[in-house]
């Protein structure tokens, strides 16, 4: 299986900003794409910003223009810069993967894993 850990979610002020972490460990695994995703209570989690293995960006509306996703290949892990944060942007940020893994078997296997999440809050 392949493990996300996040980090760098703190209490921030408005207009503020942060930089989350998020890396991908196992073995013999591949990655196609990393995003990050948020949630609030009572709402659907919703993408953030993705990224895929060319380095082609997607990013939801709200964010455009104030956060970056990118990706460090050697290392399997995925920054997203957030600046200009609004007390909006307040929920937590959960971290994805999706990509193929090599089995004991020695086959190939799609995964698609989620770290724990790391909380945003951006006070007024």
């Known amino acids: 299986q392949v493990q996300l850990v996040e980090s760098g979610g703190h209490l921030v002020q408005a207009g503020g900003s942060l930089r989350l972490s998020c890396a991908a460990s196992?073995?013999?695994?591949?990655?196609?794409?990393m995003g990050w995703y948020r949630q609030v209570p009572g709402k659907q989690r919703e993408l953030v910003a993705a990224i895929i293995s060319g380095g082609s960006t997607n990013y939801a509306d709200s964010v455009k223009g104030r956060f970056t996703i990118s990706r460090d290949n050697a290392d399997n892990t995925v920054y997203l810069q957030m600046n200009s944060l609004k007390p909006e942007d307040t929920a937590v940020y959960y971290c994805?993967?999706?990509?193929?893994?090599?089995?004991?078997?020695?086959?190939?296997?799609?995964?698609?894993?989620w770290g724990q999440g790391t909380q945003v809050t951006v006070s007024s």
């Open positions: 196992g073995s013999r695994f591949s990655i196609n794409a």
């Open positions: 994805n993967a999706v990509g193929r893994m090599r089995t004991l078997l020695g086959t190939t296997q799609h995964f698609d894993s």
